[in-house]
């Protein structure tokens, strides 16, 4: 069927982009897209679609030895990420930086070595370090707003530059799913990593905070709230913010005795443990430890780590008396059944990727590229998508569960290099997600930094256009010249537009 079927393989990849645009529901829209594939399938007939859909395609993914084990990590990850939060861990490891702090600059710095610090979870980055410097930036005179960029701009960054966190392994699954569909060499987790320098969005969007906090950049709305913000004598708050700033010597919340010598032996336990399972599963000591991390088994050793780093952190909480045993499985429950809408997600990524691929949609794109899409424009046009599917949907997961099947057979026919196809899809997802208004990150920012939502939405959107247009720039230069090098153009293009800008908005303040 996949040869006869044509421009209409594209009708259900097509449905879940429109109507997750326009209902800015991922799980939905991935779902009548995979419902349409399926009808397709069986003769355009609805009610034989769904049961196909269930005994054929979800069901398959559900029983796959791989995505189980994907499912398994994914419990593990949130698990261990409830906990940690709940001991008072993260946020001990974030009141170290906060004692160095002594001025507005070194305020800046401390919240954004914090957010590198809190890199596990980029939910948990912004309640928990925005309650966090929200007294400091009170008596420094920094806006909360600021504060809302400041933790934004570091959350879902820093969580996609780093291999062992949940949305690298959420990634690397949907990269395995096309790893095998189109028979490539190497291992996803391989791409994923050499796909790293090549995210230029999450690299600029990190950089561009010290810099900010360092040089005092300031344009955009984000100017005349920081003028304001100076001239006022009390704390710029929520008119429904409740937060106690009575004590501002003693800011932290939820930093328990030990707890941040407990968060450190549980993240020490994660890395070594995935290190030793790596190496062990990619053929170490016969293999050389470089060979043997990049044979290793990604999945098998983060879920392990997860595991081995949450029965420290849980042996360590019960014998400081910290927490009761139930309470230790109560909260490694919530973290794991908290990853639900992740699991739905990854299932109907699947579950369509299936029917794509039954449907030859991918082929389809590639030839229709090839034919029409000079090659060296596909890693900015794929950025651009991604970046427009994030925005309008709030979510870059689902950007990524609905791009990854399109672009890797766009990069395998027109020769792009995957990891360089890969990171288009990751930064465009990225940086929609940090300018979208209805993004969880964004709408978590404002919350734990305590300013008016869509003040932050103004504020930031400045600053992220401004990265993300680097990062366009960049994408269309790797096009023609596949070198990590682009890196540097990025940050100086970045650089050299923020001061420019910054230039001119001081110009006509004194105008």
């Not at 490539?184 to 990190?206: D, E, K, N, R």
Request: hydrophobic share 55%; charged share 10%.
């Amino acid at each position: 069927m996949a040869d006869t079927v044509g421009w209409t393989s594209l009708l259900p990849p097509l449905a879940a982009i429109v109507l997750a645009v326009w209902s800015r529901r991922v799980i939905l829209s991935l779902f009548v897209g995979l419902w349409l594939g399926v009808t397709m399938l069986s003769d355009w007939n609805p009610i034989a679609g769904l049961r196909v859909l269930v005994a054929d395609f979800v069901w398959v993914q559900v029983t796959d030895p791989w995505n189980v084990s994907v499912l398994v990590l994914m419990l593990c990850i949130g698990g261990f990420v409830q906990l940690i939060v709940s001991s008072g861990g993260a946020a001990a490891f974030a009141a170290t930086l906060y004692r160095l702090v002594t001025d507005r600059a070194r305020a800046q710095g401390a919240v954004w070595g914090s957010g590198i610090a809190v890199f596990f979870s980029d939910s948990a980055n912004p309640l928990i370090l925005g309650p966090l410097f929200a007294p400091l930036f009170d008596r420094l005179k920094l806006s909360r707003e600021k504060l809302a960029y400041l933790i934004d701009s570091t959350a879902s960054p820093v969580c996609i530059l780093i291999p062992i966190t949940s949305c690298a392994a959420y990634v690397v699954s949907l990269l395995a799913r096309e790893y095998s569909d189109l028979s490539l060499s190497g291992t996803p987790m391989t791409a994923y990593v050499h796909s790293i320098p090549f995210q230029f969005y999450a690299v600029a969007s990190l950089f561009l905070v010290p810099l900010i906090g360092l040089t005092g950049i300031e344009y955009g709305p984000m100017r005349g709230v920081e003028a304001e913000r100076m001239k006022a004598s009390g704390p710029r708050l929520r008119p429904d913010e409740a937060r106690d700033l009575s004590s501002p010597a003693s800011p932290v919340v939820g930093v328990k005795p030990g707890s941040g010598a407990s968060g450190t032996a549980a993240l020490a336990t994660v890395a070594l443990v995935i290190l030793a399972v790596l190496l062990l599963t990619g053929g170490f000591p016969n293999a050389g430890p470089l060979e043997a991390l990049a044979a290793g088994r990604s999945v098998p050793a983060v879920t392990c780590g997860f595991g081995a780093g949450a029965l420290v952190l849980g042996g360590l909480l019960l014998a400081r008396r910290a927490m009761a045993l139930r309470e230790v499985l109560e909260n490694w429950a919530r973290g794991a059944l908290g990853m639900r809408d992740v699991l739905a997600i990854l299932l109907l990524a699947w579950s369509l990727g299936a029917a794509c691929d039954a449907l030859g949609t991918g082929d389809y794109v590639a030839g229709l590229v090839e034919r029409t899409i000079t090659p060296v424009l596909v890693p900015v046009l794929v950025f651009v998508a991604g970046a427009v599917i994030s925005f309008a949907t709030g979510s870059a997961w689902g950007c990524y569960a609905i791009m990854m099947p399109i672009a890797l057979p766009l990069a395998i026919q027109t020769g792009i290099p995957v990891p360089v196809v890969v990171a288009a899809v990751l930064s465009g997802g990225v940086f929609g997600d940090h300018a979208s208004p209805i993004s969880d990150t964004t709408i978590l920012s404002s919350m734990g930094a305590g300013c008016e939502h869509v003040a932050h939405v103004r504020t930031q959107l400045p600053y992220a256009v401004t990265a993300g247009l680097a990062a366009a720039a960049g994408f269309l230069l790797v096009g023609v010249w596949p070198s990590a090098w682009v890196l540097l153009f990025v940050l100086g293009l970045m650089i050299a537009s923020a001061f420019s800008i910054d230039r001119l908005a001081r110009g006509r303040s004194v105008g």
